[in-house]
């Protein structure tokens, strides 16, 4: 069976109550609605990183330009590391 790579958005309580362990029924429910408003990855995806570190606040409406090195792309911490699709 294949893996699915998923993003899901959840505060940090209720992320430690389900890592804990679940204390009851409810907590498998809450977990289920997460994991189905969760955005799935596509398969075969490049590492994911937080491209806006990499640029400055810049007012683009008065024809600002800021250019990006590979360096400074390649040297970006990595979030989610690249799906190689088999």
């Known amino acids: 069976m294949a ?3 998923l993003v899901i958005k959840i505060d940090e309580d209720t992320c430690h ?3 804990s362990g679940f204390s009851d029924e409810d907590d498998a ?3 289920a609605n997460l994991l189905k408003k969760g955005t799935p990855l596509p398969k ?3 590492r994911l ?3 806006d ?3 400055p606040d810049l007012d683009y409406e008065n024809g600002s ?3 990006v090195s590979m360096t400074q792309i390649n040297g ?3 979030i989610v590391e690249e799906d190689k699709e088999e």
């Open 49 to 51: 990183i937080d491209a």
């Open 44 to 46: 075969g995806h490049g």
């Open 65 to 67: 330009f800021y250019a």
């Open 3 to 5: 893996n699915i790579q």
């Open 76 to 78: 970006t911490l990595t």
């Open 29 to 31: 429910v809450l977990f």
């Open 53 to 55: 570190k990499l640029i």
């Open 17 to 19: 109550r389900i890592v």
